[in-house]
């Protein structure tokens, strides 16, 4: 079986810090980078695609409403011009960067409010969903399993890779349980790598109650913010490997190839 590892790393602002994206990046297959809408700025950009690039790690858009105050993380009702509109600028600024440095973006991956609000309504996970292939029908279109965005990517007969996310509990609706909730996280990294190890093998969503939601699996999310977050990952990573899953970059997986 294979699977990716990709984290959402460039995040530099008042409200994040990049301090583990080098140590991350030793770690992950495949890195969403910030466009500078939520977070990130050019040079940002720089550094992560050259420490990418020299861990074979694939780079991906990370693109999210322009809302630097709440980090992306605020719903914003935007008429659908203007979500296509922001998707495309973002892929293309970091494409821009990449190319300078020999690389492509090769897959695109909402971030915060704007991919929250795309799970859930399949109008607005059909505007990102043919904004990515105005730019190129190429492009891998990673979501979360059970999605909206699943569902319009793959009418669309995008390359769609679903993810679900290492550090995060789930409701029984195979959502994610709302940050807002003490539930919400999981910090300690043992439980978050049984946690991933369980739902990859049963191809099936762990929910906080231990109801299982069956669904695909391709990639799995690690966030790099946090004390734990290096360690979570490199642990997750290990106990994938001793399963028998075999780690790619989201491009070099043979299903999008």
């Known amino acids: ?27 992950v297959n495949s890195a969403n980078i910030a466009c500078g809408y939520h977070a990130g700025d050019k040079p940002t950009m720089e550094k992560t695609i050259e420490i990418s690039k ?8 990370h ?5 630097p105050e709440n ?5 914003l009702n935007l008429p659908p011009g203007e ?34 609000m795309a799970c859930e309504n399949y109008d607005l996970a059909k505007v990102i969903s043919e904004s990515i292939i105005q730019v190129n029908k190429e492009l891998i279109f990673l979501v979360p399993t059970g999605s909206q ?7 669309l007969g995008m390359k769609v890779a679903v993810e679900i996310f290492a550090d995060r509990n789930y409701e029984d609706d195979g959502n994610l349980v709302s940050r807002s909730k003490d539930n919400a996280l ?8 049984k946690h991933v190890i369980k739902m990859v093998q049963n191809q099936a969503i762990n929910c906080y109650s231990g109801k299982q939601v069956p669904c695909e699996i391709d990639a799995i999310c690690v966030h790099g913010d946090g004390s734990s977050a290096v360690n979570t990952a490199k642990q997750i990573k290990e106990g994938l490997i ?7 970059p989201l491009n070099k997986m043979k299903k999008f190839m």
């Open 242 to 248: 001793k399963s028998g899953v075999t780690l790619k």
């Open 63 to 67: 693109p999210s409403f322009k809302d």
């Open 1 to 27: 079986m294979e699977i990716n590892i990709n984290c959402d790393l460039g995040e530099s602002s008042k409200l994040h810090s990049t301090e583990n994206d080098p140590l991350l990046l030793k770690i």
């Open 54 to 61: 020299k861990n074979n790690v694939s780079i991906g858009a």
């Open 149 to 155: 965005m699943e569902k319009a990517g793959k009418k």
């Open 83 to 116: 979500i296509t509109k922001l998707v495309i600028n973002q892929i293309k600024i970091l494409s821009d960067v990449a190319n300078k440095t020999g690389m492509k973006v090769t897959h695109v991956k909402p971030h915060g409010a704007l991919n929250n």
């Open 186 to 193: 999981i910090v300690d990294p043992e439980i978050a790598k």
């Open 71 to 75: 980090f992306g993380r605020k719903r």
